[in-house]
């Protein structure tokens, strides 16, 4: 397999690749909008991998960059699975400074527990403490026009 080479910032994302993936293929966000997408990746870490010039894999982490990250949209392209992609992602994020002093790191996964134990990712140590409000389609509500002002 030819080298895997890690960019980082929105501005070196292929975002139309990353928006596909997650509007057709993903579980958690199937229909999301090009513009919700844009967005996100605009407030966020963003961490590709790239072989012969093409964005292979995807991640981010939504972060205040001192004390809490939360990594979110992982992937890595079916024809380049397995191949150690989604590890060297890993390890570039928890490898920066401002990631190494952050007190929290969360993610919610279905079906890559494996992968994120060996990164030292646990199960919460007090589950019963976190709260949230969960609203897994609201993506759906907001199209291509949507105020995106804060």
């Not at 072989?51 to 392209?77: H, K, N, S």
């Not at 989604?86 to 490898?95: F, P, T, V």
Request: with cysteine.
């Amino acid at each position: 397999m030819p080298e895997v080479i890690i960019k980082t910032g929105k501005e070196n994302m292929d975002v139309k690749m990353i928006h596909r993936f997650l509007q057709e293929d993903s579980y958690w966000a199937k229909g999301i909008s090009y513009a919700l997408v844009d967005h996100s990746l605009t407030h966020s870490f963003c961490t590709g991998a790239f072989v012969d010039g093409e964005q292979v894999g995807f991640g981010r982490v939504i972060t205040d960059y001192y004390t809490f990250g939360w990594f979110a949209d992982f992937f890595v392209l079916p024809a380049y699975r397995g191949k150690g992609i989604s590890k060297k992602m890993l390890s570039y994020i928890l490898d920066q400074p401002w990631s190494k002093r952050l007190r929290r790191k969360m993610l919610n996964t279905s079906d890559a527990h494996g992968l994120y134990r060996q990164f030292q990712f646990k199960d919460l140590a007090n589950a019963s403490g976190l709260l949230e409000i969960y609203h897994p389609t609201v993506h759906l509500e907001y199209k291509e026009e949507a105020d995106f002002s804060r």
